[in-house]
C-alpha cells in the first residue's frame, strides 16, 4: 500500500477547488486541512474534502499534525509572504500555484527563499500536463529536428469573477501577461531548450470589463497582445493571446518548427463552455507535418473523461498532482517544474508587459 499522503491546502476559490476535485481522484491521498478566509468559499470545500478541518489562519493549518505537503492556490500577490510563512514555521514539501510573484522588487525576496527553503518547491505550470501538450512536448525535437520557430496562440473567454474581484487588477496579478501568461513563457523554455534573453511586445485593453467598476475602479488588465522572444540558442518565439474569443473550437494552438518538419498541438476550452447546440466538444489533436516524406499526420490526443469532468485544465491538473505526490514519497528526486522555472515565467510575462507598457524592447537582464 501507498504512503498516505495529507494534504494542507491554502485557498479553495475556483482554482482551489479545481485542485480539490483532483486530489480526490488520487488513491492514497486526502486533504487533512484547509485555510480559506472567505466563509462562502470555505463551506463549499467541505463538497469536495468532507473530512478536512478547516482552519481561520496560516499559523492555524501549520499546526495541524497530520500534513505531508502543502498546496497554495490562493490570490497571486499573497504567494511570496505565504512561501516565507512556512520557512519559518513549517518546511514542507510545497506545490504553489503560478505564478510565484506578482511584483519585480520580490525577485530578491524568491532567490533568498530559494536559498534557504530545505524542501522541494514545485510550482503550479498545469499546461505541460494537458495530454496533447504533453504528447507535444515529448516529440517536438524529433518532429522538428530541433526546434527554430515556436508560436503559441490563445484564443479564450475573458477572466472568470474571484473572490473579491481581485483578478480585475494589475496591482493583484501582476499583469495578464504574468497571470495568465506565464504558463506559455514556461512552454516556451521547455520546448525550445534555452533561456530567453529578449521580449518584444503590443498589447492592451480593448474590449473586456471596460463597463466594469470596483469601488470606483475601472479594471486595467490587458485582454490581447502579441509577444516575441529571442532565445540564446537563437531559436525565437511568439504568443498571440486573445481574451474575447470563446467562440473558437480550439482554445490553444501550438506549433514548432524546425529543419525536420512541423509538430502541432490543439487544445479545447473547458467542455463546460462548449456551447450544446454544437454537439460533442472537439477532441485534442496531434499534428506532426514531416517536410520528406510530406505529411500531415493527425492524431487525436483523447482525455479520460473522469478526469476531464474534474476541471478547465484539460486534465493536467490531476496528472500534475500525480507527479507532486510521487515527489512527496520519494518516488522523484526533485520537482519537474522548480523555482527557477517559476521564477523566469514571471520575470518573461514582466519583461512582456514592461515591453507593452514602455514601447520598447526589453531585455531579461533587467529583471535580473
Known sequence: MAQQVNYGVIGCGMMGQEHLRNIALLPDTRVSAI???????????????????????????????????????????????QLEALAEKRPLPVLVEKPLFTDPNDVQRMEAFRARYPAPVWVAMEYRYMPPIAAFLAEA????????????????????????????????????????????????????????????????????HLDETYDGETPDIFDNGYVIVDFESGARAV??????????????????????????????GPD???????????????????????????????????????????????YQHQGFVDLVRGIRSAPEVDLNDGMIAVIMGMAAQTSMNEHRAVRIDEFT
Open 272 to 318: 463546460r463552455f462548449w456551447p450544446e447546440h454544437l454537439g460533442a466538444a472537439p477532441v485534442p489533436q496531434v499534428i506532426i507535418s514531416p517536410r520528406d516524406p510530406k505529411g500531415p499526420y493527425v492524431r487525436d490526443v483523447p482525455v479520460d473523461p473522469t478526469i476531464l469532468d474534474a476541471g478547465d485544465h484539460n486534465g493536467s491538473t490531476f
Open 35 to 81: 485555510f480559506e478566509p472567505d466563509a462562502e468559499m470555505a463551506a463549499e470545500t467541505l463538497e469536495f474534502a468532507p473530512t478536512a478541518t478547516v482552519v481561520d489562519s496560516i499559523d492555524a493549518l501549520l499546526e495541524v499534525a497530520d500534513l505531508d505537503c502543502i498546496l497554495i492556490v490562493s490570490p497571486n500577490f499573497r504567494h511570496v509572504e
Open 141 to 208: 525535437a524529433d518532429a522538428t529536428g530541433g526546434v527554430k520557430m515556436l508560436t503559441i496562440r490563445e484564443h479564450r473567454f475573458p477572466f472568470l469573477p474571484k473572490v473579491g474581484d481581485w483578478n480585475r487588477f494589475n496591482r493583484n496579478t501582476g499583469g495578464t501577461f504574468v497571470e495568465k501568461c506565464c504558463h506559455f513563457f514556461d512552454l516556451m523554455r521547455l520546448v525550445i531548450g534555452s533561456d530567453p534573453v529578449r521580449v518584444m511586445a503590443s498589447g492592451g485593453q480593448d474590449v473586456n
Open 239 to 268: 504568443l498571440e493571446l486573445c481574451m474575447f474569443a470563446e467562440g473558437a473550437r480550439y482554445q490553444e494552438e501550438v506549433s514548432a518548427l524546425g529543419p525536420r518538419g512541423k509538430i502541432e498541438a490543439f487544445v479545447p
